[in-house]
């Protein structure tokens, strides 16, 4: 998978409307299909069965798995020995869990492409962070939950971290203080998913004290849980401004079946394509839709190159923003909206447990 130097080479990480991106990026893809289907028995098989490759014209006529089958089936296109991590979904103890077998090389390419997105967004330079969980270094190292690799990948922007919960999932006051006394006056990240900035940052600080307003607030995840308590992103971010000031909040999506491939808000509420990867929209039959209408999300990818998880389709529901406005964030990449899962998927859980 040599393509994917092509793309961490480039400097613009939100460029990814140009003609010649596209005919890399659909080179790419479809040269990582018919990796996975050499290497891997089971995406052969289904490969096989849908269409032959060789034919194929357009990304949208490229096979794709449904993310569910990454909780029933193992696998991957490496051989056991060469396996160097393994991710897993979070879920309740009654769901399955998405295993996803990463070599050296993909998980030093899904390292490498959140730096650059990271960097891209936030600036080279490293800010202190306060992670709102507690610290996973007593964790497996072979064998990391989503939570944990997002920890581990979202701190490659600190310069220090400091972890608000203890190990019982109580918030360390302490370490807040600490934190706050060092290093409030200044610009700082603070990391965590939704759900736990939510449950802990906002509800369990029973007061106001504590001035974030210098903090930047990165988040994702965990939404479901808000959205039983009918709060929107827009009153997540009121809620945290009213209470500490904070304004700088930037929501990201992403999937741990694409680990490294994230998505962040821009200032208008979409989020927005990389140049690592696309996004496209289906309908109820699997048909793509054009911009502007809703359907299931799917998610392209160059960085999985360990297991088959390249193109897959969600069970999340999504629009891309219509081909006739045009954002004035300033990013150039395909702009679309998420509004929630489909009604008859099963609950994924992912970070609203642990």
Known sequence: MKL?????????????????????????????????????????????????????????????????????????????????KVLSS?????????????????????????NKILSYKFGKKRLPMLIIDKDPAKTNRLKFSASTAAIYGFSLIASKRFYLLD?????DYKILEKFLTEHSNKRFFIFGFTSFIYQYLYK???????NLKNGLLIHGGGWKKLNNLKISNHLFKKKLFDKFQLKNIYNYYGLVEQTG????????????????????????NFESLP????????LISILPSSYPGHNIITEDIGTILDAKIKCDCGLNGKHFLVHGRAEESEIRGCSDTK
């Open 291 to 298: 911009s502007g209408n809703k359907g299931l999300i799917q």
């Open 4 to 84: 994917i130097k092509k793309f961490l080479d480039k400097e613009n990480v939100f460029n990814s409307i140009s003609d010649q991106h596209k005919k890399l990026f659909f080179k790419s893809i479809k040269e990582l299909t018919f990796f996975h289907k050499k290497n891997c028995k089971k995406y052969k098989k289904f490969v096989n069965f849908t269409l032959q490759l060789n034919k194929v014209k357009k990304i949208s006529d490229l096979p794709y798995l449904p993310v569910q089958i990454f909780k029933l089936n193992k696998l991957k296109s490496i051989s056991d020995k060469k396996v160097f």
């Open 90 to 114: 979070s879920g309740t103890t009654n769901q399955n869990k998405s295993n996803i077998f990463l070599d050296k090389i993909n998980a030093e390419n899904q390292v490498k492409t959140l």
């Open 261 to 284: 491939s994230i998505f962040f808000e821009c200032k208008n509420g979409y989020f927005v394509c990389s140049i690592f990867s696309d996004v496209i929209i289906r309908d109820k």
């Open 204 to 210: 369990k600080i029973g007061n106001s004290k504590y």
């Open 167 to 171: 190990d019982d999932n109580n918030i």
